[in-house]
Nanobody, 116 residues
Framework: QVQLVESGGGLVQAGGSLRLSCAASGSIPRVMGWYRRAPGKQRELVARITSGGTTNYADSVKGRFTISRDNAKNTVYLQMNSLKPDDTAVYYC????????????WGQGTQVTVSS
């Protein structure tokens, strides 16, 4: 069983920055990432990173967001710069833990609101 604790959401003006953190307890995740769900839209992948450091990003955040992880702390970070009102959403931490197969876990979500 893996528990995820998220932090770092909030309200920021357009052009500002926020950093999200997600700490995982239990097994070391194979993949750690962030998804978001904006009002009236489907949940979408924002960024993810493997235990080896391979990353991928949604096109909409490339060049503005940076995902990183500290394997010693089992923590993933999402540095969000040059935020836009379109980035307003609930952001969810997501991890995949490889045991006999991949098990997927979700955080409770943290609200990010970007005002214009």
């Amino acid at each position: 069983q893996v528990q995820l604790v998220e932090s770092g959401g909030g309200l920021v003006q357009a052009g500002g920055s926020l950093r999200l953190s997600c700490a995982a307890s239990g097994s070391i995740p194979r993949v750690m990432g962030w998804y978001r769900r904006a009002p009236g839209k489907q949940r979408e992948l924002v960024a993810r990173i493997t235990s080896g450091g391979t990353t991928n990003y949604a096109d909409s955040v490339k060049g503005r967001f940076t995902i990183s992880r500290d394997n010693a702390k089992n923590t993933v970070y999402l540095q969000m710069n040059s935020l836009k009102p379109d980035d307003t959403a609930v952001y969810y931490c997501n991890v995949l833990v490889l045991l006999s197969r991949d098990y997927e876990y979700w955080g409770q979500g943290t609200q990010v609101t970007v005002s214009s």
